[in-house]
């Protein structure tokens, strides 16, 4: 471990950035006895190389980490990046979890999350991950916190990744349904759950109360119906008087 730390600090960035992740991979194999959910599978992965050897410590520790996301996260946006700076890439992981409830950025190995969606339910997202890309996800942590909206959430997501040019949206799964950028545009566009409840309560009640509205309206009419018969007997009994005498 401390080896790892050496070279962090006096390698580049890109090498920086391998040695953070085998220090997370560390961690990980450290905390293993917490089990990390799994995708269903109709196969068990891989376990050996084409060369029958157990893959790396790291490969081993970004599977599980990509695993994760899709199990947890009630929702993963897939994005291309192109050309982003560091300043841009920081920039767009702030107003992630600022302006989308929390969500995070993780830049991904376009084979390695291949290997992990392969054989599930997911597995058609594959086709999206080409050339330089990326996940928009949410821990359970910020999931769980009361008032989270996931699909206002995605639309947050969305509206941000239109703002930057640089950021390409390829497609989402959400729960269990998988969508592409146009069915992505439609979900989100949906109305709020509660707006949904108010138009279902009002569709079933105003049969309700268009019934109960005729009802009151019979007793109204048959009153006016008797009082007129009352007015015109009324108005017929002094000519039979006059009539008599």
């Not at 599978?41 to 599977?63: E, I, V």
């Not at 947050?156 to 146009?182: C, F, R, S, V, W």
């Not at 109960?212 to 009082?227: A, E, H, N």
Request: hydrophobic share 40%; glycine share 6%.
């Amino acid at each position: 471990m401390f080896a790892a730390v050496y070279s962090a600090a006096r390698c580049p960035l890109g090498l920086a950035r391998r040695a953070a992740i085998q220090l997370r991979s560390m961690a990980s194999t450290a905390t293993s006895s917490v089990q990390q959910p799994k995708l269903e599978r109709s196969h068990a992965p891989k376990a050996l190389t084409m060369y029958k050897k157990p893959f790396t410590q790291r490969k081993q520790f970004l599977f599980s980490e990509y695993e994760g996301q899709f199990t947890t996260s009630p929702a993963v946006v897939v994005v291309q990046h192109h050309n982003l700076s560091g300043a841009e890439l920081l920039e767009y992981r702030r107003d992630l979890k600022l302006s989308a409830q929390g969500a995070r950025l993780m830049i991904v190995r376009s084979k390695m999350i291949k290997a992990v969606l392969r054989n599930t339910r997911f597995a058609n997202l594959g086709s999206l991950f080409t050339g330089p890309t990326a996940i928009v996800y949410w821990r359970e942590a910020e999931a769980g916190v009361e008032g989270f909206d996931s699909i206002l959430a995605v639309k947050q997501a969305m509206d941000l990744a239109k703002k930057q040019k640089k950021i390409i949206l390829m497609g989402a799964k959400y729960g269990e349904t998988l969508l592409n950028p146009n069915m992505m545009k439609d979900f989100v566009n949906l109305p709020h759950i509660n707006q949904l409840r108010a138009q279902v309560l009002g569709v079933i009640q105003s049969p309700a109360q268009q019934l109960s509205s005729v009802l009151q309206r019979i007793p109204q009419r048959l009153v006016g119906v008797l009082q007129q018969k009352v007015d015109a007997e009324g108005e017929g009994k002094p000519e039979e008087q006059q009539s008599q005498q």
